[in-house]
């Protein structure tokens, strides 16, 4: 397998990893999962609730983030990363 096709095929499993865990937070525990999450409680929130209407929101933002990071990484281990002007 060829460099290129290696960096795409470990691009598309850290998309894939991603997408599976912001579509666990948002639609399995937001929406199917919210009466049994609602036993719970979260800063005074039933834990469902709280998925449905933050908890989604600040799992995609830190997927965002930790999409880049390891985008970073994955551009420099496959040699394909922008130079940084200093």
């Excluded at 599976?20 to 979260?42: C, M």
């Excluded at 929101?57 to 040699?79: E, H, Q």
Aim: net charge positive.
């Amino acid at each position: 397998m060829d460099k290129h096709q290696s960096y795409w095929k470990a691009n598309l499993r850290l998309m894939s990893i991603c997408l599976s865990i912001w579509f666990v937070v948002s639609f399995l525990f937001g929406i199917i999962l919210v009466e049994p999450l609602n036993n719970f409680h979260l800063g005074g929130y039933k834990l469902g609730f709280w998925f449905a209407q933050q908890g989604s929101i600040y799992t995609f933002v830190a997927l965002v983030f930790f999409y880049s990071y390891r985008m970073n990484k994955l551009d420099k281990k496959f040699g394909v990363h922008e130079d940084e002007e200093k």
